[in-house]
């Protein structure tokens, strides 16, 4: 199972929207509304940020969304702010037998 | 509050086994999925595999099949990740997340990660 293709890094000014893609197969992405999205500060443990493809969890700021289409699902993050500077990995579902695959990681840049 | 708590950072030889533990508090450990994710220095997330406390169900990453085993004890809501042979290349930090049970497939929250440094 390879790993899902996100951008390098993404950098944007503050209040601008960045969004970041996460390319798959229709084994993965295309295949299941299970994508979900993880925000990871230098040093510290992934946060969940967005679960099955659009949904945020509790506490997590309505300037993150997420969707898809086909095998690309993407995140976006609206209004830019100083402390969404982190690296963010996507991740999907991939059947029973490799259940789960990451993204390779996008840095995002506030400038 | 729902906590995931690691044990601390180990320094081993090459060859030499290796048991990391992941603590589960403040909710019922045994109806969620616990996972292990690997983070080498400077790169990305790898899912390992995902074991279920309740009956120990557990499913591997072809990559880290046969590499690893992923064992839990219900009892003392803990789950374990362990090398009998550890490689340098296995230097890394690993995390442990919880997964709901039911069709819902993320992770959260996430264990502080626990750093693995296999050195000669």
């Known amino acids: 199972q390879s790993a899902l293709t996100q951008p390098r890094s993404v950098s944007g000014s503050p209040g601008q929207s960045v969004t970041i893609s996460c390319t798959g197969t229709?084994?993965?992405?295309?295949?299941?509304?299970?994508v979900s999205w993880y925000q990871q500060h230098p040093g510290k443990a992934p946060k969940l940020m967005i679960y099955?493809?659009?949904k945020r969890p509790s506490g997590v700021p309505d300037r993150f969304s997420g969707s898809k289409s086909g095998n690309t699902a993407s995140l976006t993050i609206s209004g830019l702010q100083a402390e969404d500077e982190a690296d963010y990995y996507c991740?999907?579902?991939?059947?029973?037998?490799?259940?789960?695959?990451f993204g390779t990681g996008t840095k995002v840049t506030v400038l | 509050e729902v906590q995931l708590v690691q044990s601390g950072a180990e320094v081993k030889k090459p060859g030499e086994s290796l048991k990391i533990s992941c603590k589960g508090s403040g909710y019922s450990f045994t109806s969620y999925w616990i996972g292990w994710v690997r983070q080498m220095p400077g790169k990305g997330l790898e899912w390992m595999g995902i074991i279920y406390p309740g009956d120990s169900d557990t499913r591997y990453s072809p990559s880290f099949q046969g590499q690893v085993t992923i064992s839990a004890d219900k009892s003392i809501s803990t789950a374990y990740l362990q090398w009998s042979s550890l490689k340098a290349s296995d230097t890394a930090m690993y995390y442990c997340a919880r997964r709901p049970s039911g069709y819902t497939n993320w992770f959260d929250p996430w264990g502080q990660g626990t750093l693995v440094t296999v050195s000669s």
């Open positions: 229709s084994s993965d992405v295309g295949g299941y509304n299970y």
């Open positions: 991740c999907s579902y991939a059947g029973s037998y490799t259940p789960y695959v």
């Open positions: 099955d493809v659009s």
